[in-house]
């Protein structure tokens, strides 16, 4: 049930209440009016906010401060991998830290909480036509709650950064002298982070859909951030209890996993991929809901095979949870539990494979622009493509037990996560930077720079593939002088990445100050979101809106003199009210 | 030979690995890992053409359809087709079912060792592999006898290690407190490459070794000379040799740095203080009554944790021992 929306403020596309803060001509524009960027002003109002939008906004400025961070990680490893000895740079204790760090601020607070609770924060009520999310003080609280954790691990990074990897195997992280406990406890306190915004979008989801947006109405970006929300509730308590744990033994001598102490090592690899697998489910299924989005607004074109879509994000959230001995096909499991893995590993492949083929078909006969969103699109396509197809090799038996742990893995890891996750992310960050934050960027440079990421990235990647099946181990420091050239080329594909995100940075920050006012629904698409204004008011709608077919772009056409889409029958303004 | 050959010619020699294998795959030196192979070509050539199919279908869209004056709207298509969906999802599941079936019947071939196997001890530690044979030798590289099957019995000494012989396709994780069972078949003559896989560690990327596979004949001998190293070597290179294979290097260094025991740089001919307030003289006698009852003289500042050697050296061992340490500087 929609909740009722507060009386009062006029803010629709087309009503001149909108221009009458006189601040500036295009429809449905809020810049220099009221939005829920000057709705209160000082720090305190953005501190204890409860606008979903707001706290949308913090967390994306949050997760891309750690993007930042564990970019920097990354380049600093690549540059000391560019001779295979001993570096000046750094040692040998420090490479493996900084690996470390590079996968532990990557995964737990950039690439977990980086589409659900950036994006999604900011997307998800405003397409279910409501004024928030169902638990506003719940979600202020998550944000809090990321926030502890990450402290926690800046200051674990000063106090003897871990060297663990990210996966904190045993026995090695409960005997190693670094200060595992206290990144551990920041990563149990961000699993918190991610039960909260699971929690919250879960009941918005079933409570706030307005009228006319049954199940299989709703926009696909929200199927995507149900699975995921149901994984982030299910399986991070299990996280938690091996993070906790795995403190108990470190801290007290309590023989869990350490064979010294009496305990199984490999338990806790059972514990940790049992959440981390579906973890990476976490990770890619907002980015599938984005893609959806984008693909069907940038086609000019209704989605195809919504049901099948939709679905398919429920079966991969499902499946997910019975794939996690995948990670173990070397670790000493039994024949029979490797088998069964093997086999559930390979139906969860079919899923994503459904997805890839909806998406190009909704491309057939459509009329596809490509803007910066589109081109994202059209670079997951390609990078997910790899990413999912080098996941049949370690799928299978055979090849796995080759494959497992080099550089194989790293590279299709990062096609996945990289060439889908943060490319999907890249690209609904384009998409709704306008909405955001009420300006357009510039699409030639936003271009340029999907395609520097796009060369870059594969330049890093598929070097490491070769190197992989050669028989390169990952987390080296070391390696034979027969693997340097590939090295160096990864590097330099490493270095043109960064200069993409350059460009993305000044490109985006750019248009905050001098970019055109953005109209409300310049890129044409048909979700709820864009019946608002850009930014939307702190209620984010003047009226309740009346959802309809939420891929029903081609009742949205194009109108160079305000730059933006229009609904195509006069009259017929959707928000209007 | 034409310009364009030429470049191809380059650009293959540059970017092939030198392990004598293909651009994709170490060479095969083992009997399993052809099977391997196969079953990596069979997915490679799947996911290529599915790739392609992707991509190419991807570009055409693009390219056919694009937004442009006088195309501004999309033409009318179906929104949804169930005989597509039923076909993309099913024969992809085809697909995949076969692949599952392939690689799992590989695996469990090459899981299933033959009887009568030469057995191996292999252990791991910080950060180094052992290698025991059944004659009681020990050495820091694997030794194998061509076309005979190989067991190796694995285990860890700390950390989990894995134990990865690309050109063999072989990998499986050394865990402590088990005892882990692999086997190959070496088919080809010549010195392999030895990984660790799992990250141990500072000195993880160090933790190198070779495989030798000998030509027939070539093993026995190996082994007969390589176990006779206390009569071909000098006293203090086999010393130096035992050191390293027989557990000394865990606690005690060379170089000064300290461990779990003191370090042996100069330490022979010095006095050592003990617990307790006494000090002794490093000597020969003290250095073999340290291996052989190592709590009855403590060094100060260190805990008396040294297990007794008694039994597991011999005296010619232990003299080789003193010897190396008196070479300690």
Not at chain 1, 128 to 135: H, I, N, P, R, Y
């Amino acid at each position: 049930m929609p909740r009722p929306v507060s009386e009062g403020r006029v803010a629709t596309m087309s009503s001149d209440a909108v221009n009458g803060a006189g601040a500036n001509p295009v429809m449905g524009n809020t810049l220099g009016g009221d939005n829920y960027l000057t709705h209160g002003r000082g720090l305190k109002s953005w501190l204890f906010t409860l606008d979903h939008k707001r706290i949308g906004v913090m967390y994306l400025v949050s997760i891309l401060s750690s993007f930042l961070l564990g970019g920097v990680f990354a380049l600093l490893v690549r540059t000391k991998l560019l001779t295979p000895g001993n570096s000046a740079m750094m040692s040998a204790d420090q490479y493996n830290q900084m690996f470390t760090l590079h996968g532990a601020v990557m995964i737990f607070l950039f690439v977990i909480p980086g589409i659900p609770a950036a994006l999604g924060n900011f997307v998800l009520p405003l397409m279910l036509g409501a004024k928030d999310v169902a638990f506003p003080r719940l979600n202020l609280a998550s944000y809090y709650m990321w926030v502890t954790g990450a402290v926690m691990a800046l200051v674990s990074m000063t106090t003897g950064a871990v060297d663990t990897g990210w996966t904190f195997y045993t026995p090695y992280s409960t005997t190693t002298n670094t200060s595992v406990i206290m990144m551990v406890a920041g990563v149990f306190v961000l699993g918190f982070s991610s039960i909260f915004t699971g929690l919250n979008f879960v009941v918005t989801i079933h409570k706030l859909r307005p009228a006319g947006m049954s199940w299989f109405k709703m926009p696909l970006f929200l199927w995507g951030l149900y699975g995921t929300a149901i994984i982030q509730i299910m399986a991070t308590p299990v996280l938690g209890i091996t993070l906790l744990l795995l403190i108990a033994e470190r801290a007290l001598g309590v023989g869990i996993f350490d064979p010294a102490l009496g305990g199984d090592p490999v338990l806790f690899q059972h514990f940790f991929w049992f959440y981390s697998h579906p973890a990476v489910y976490i990770m890619i299924l907002p980015a599938m809901g984005v893609i959806s989005e984008l693909v069907s607004v940038f086609s000019r074109k209704h989605i195809f095979g919504y049901t099948f879509i939709a679905l398919s994000s429920i079966a991969i959230a499902v499946i997910s949870f019975l794939v996690w001995g995948h990670h173990m096909f070397v670790a000493g499991q039994s024949n029979l539990a490797s088998m069964i893995f093997s086999a559930l590993t390979f139906m969860v492949a079919i899923p994503s494979a459904v997805k890839v083929f909806n998406w190009i078909a909704t491309m057939y006969k459509g009329s596809i622009w490509l803007a910066t969103p589109m081109v994202y699109v059209l670079s997951f396509l390609f990078l997910f493509g790899i990413g999912g197809l080098t996941g049949l090799f370690l799928g299978a038996l055979a090849t796995d037990v080759h494959l497992h742990d080099t550089y194989f893995v790293v590279a299709h890891f990062h096609y996945v996560m990289f060439g889908g996750t943060v490319i999907a992310f890249l690209g609904g960050l384009h998409y709704w930077w306008p909405k955001m934050f009420g300006r357009m960027y510039s699409d030639r440079w936003g271009r340029i720079a999907a395609l520097l990421i796009f060369v870059g990235f594969n330049t890093t990647f598929f070097t490491q593939f070769v190197m992989g099946s050669h028989g390169a181990p990952r987390r080296s420091y070391h390696y034979l002088p027969e693997f340097q050239r590939y090295h160096q080329l990864s590097t330099l594909g490493s270095y043109i990445l960064g200069i993409g995100f350059v460009i993305v940075a000044a490109n985006l920050i750019h248009s905050l100050f001098r970019g055109r006012p953005a109209p409300a629904n310049p890129w044409g698409g048909a979700t709820l979101e864009w019946r608002t204004t850009s930014p939307p008011p702190h209620d984010n709608f003047a009226t309740t809106p009346v959802a309809g077919d939420p891929y029903d772009v081609e009742a949205w056409r194009y109108d160079r003199t305000i730059g933006g889409f229009v609904p195509r029958a006069a009259g017929d303004a959707p928000a209007a009210g | 030979m034409s310009l364009g050959h030429d470049i191809l010619d380059r650009l293959f020699s540059w970017a092939a690995i030198q392990t004598d294998g293909t651009f994709w795959m170490p060479v095969q030196a083992s009997a399993g890992a052809e099977p391997v192979d196969r079953v990596f070509s069979f997915i490679f050539w799947v996911s290529v053409f599915f790739f392609v199919l992707i991509v190419a279908l991807m570009v055409a869209f693009v390219v056919r359809y694009r937004r442009r004056p006088g195309r501004e709207d999309a033409e009318d298509s179906a929104h949804h087709s169930t005989a597509l969906e039923l076909t993309w999802t099913l024969i992809p599941i085809a697909i995949v079912v076969f692949i599952f079936a392939w690689g799992f019947k590989v695996y469990l071939d090459l899981n299933t060792p033959p009887a009568n196997s030469y057995e191996i001890l292999v252990t791991g530690q910080k950060w180094k592999w052992l290698f025991t044979y059944p004659n009681g030798h020990v050495d820091e590289n694997l030794h194998v006898p061509l076309d005979t099957p190989v067991r190796l019995v694995m285990t860890s000494e700390d950390v989990i290690h894995g134990f990865y012989i690309p050109a063999f396709r072989l990998k499986r994780d050394v865990v402590p407190g088990r005892y882990v069972k692999v086997w190959f078949r070496a088919i080809k003559p010549g010195e392999y490459q030895i990984y660790c896989t799992q990250y141990c560690g500072t000195g993880h990327s160090d933790m190198w070794a070779k495989v030798v596979v000998h030509e027939p004949g070539g093993f026995e001998r190996w082994l007969d000379e390589a176990s006779n190293f206390l009569k071909t070597m000098s006293p203090a290179e086999a010393g130096e040799k035992l050191y390293r294979t027989r557990g000394c290097a865990q606690c005690h260094s060379v170089d000064g740095t300290g461990g779990t025991g003191p370090t042996f740089r100069a330490l022979f001919g010095h006095p050592v203080p003990l617990e307790g307030g006494k000090t002794v003289t490093a000597d020969e006698d003290y250095i073999r009554e340290s291996i052989l009852d190592p709590q009855a003289k403590i060094v100060l500042g260190f805990q008396p944790v040294m297990p007794t050697f008694q039994g597991r050296l011999k005296d010619q061992e232990i003299t080789a021992i003193i010897e190396y340490v008196k070479t300690v500087k």
